[in-house]
């Protein structure tokens, strides 16, 4: 079902399993709307049940058959420490990160603060510069500008 997001525009779509699992949930739940978050700004789009039983007209079938097939089996946690190179789906898990990874992530920052560092005075100078106002313009000494409601005869 292809649908856009109602608050930034962005079109995403759901997939069958998807929209199964949500109209499902809904007959159970006795909802009418079902909310469908956007990748992007990760708000709820609500799509009304009427609308998502158009999209899937055989939707009580499928369910029978999806109730019907065996849930496949957990995935297995492995106990082993994870790779020296940190991914995201390492950074996810619950677990405590050895010593090891701690160390190298504690390194990171540094080298980044130490970057910041150098490059602060760069900054500083420019913004220095951007801060001086230009000089006004000054009437000759002495003289005063003329009034502007008065006329000269």
Known sequence: MNLRCIYCQTPFTLARAEMLNAIVSMTDKKMNHYDAHCPRCRRANSI?????????????????????????????????????????SAALKTEPLPKALKAGAARKPAVKAAKKAVATPLKAKKTAVKKSKPAAKASPKGKKAPAKGKKKK
Not at 59 to 88: D, F, G, L, N
């Open 48 to 88: 009304s049940r009427q609308r998502m039983e158009l999209f899937y007209p055989n939707w009580q079938e499928a369910a029978k058959q999806q109730a019907a097939m065996p849930a496949p089996p957990p995935p297995v946690a492995v106990a082993s420490a994870p790779a020296p190179s940190a991914t995201a």
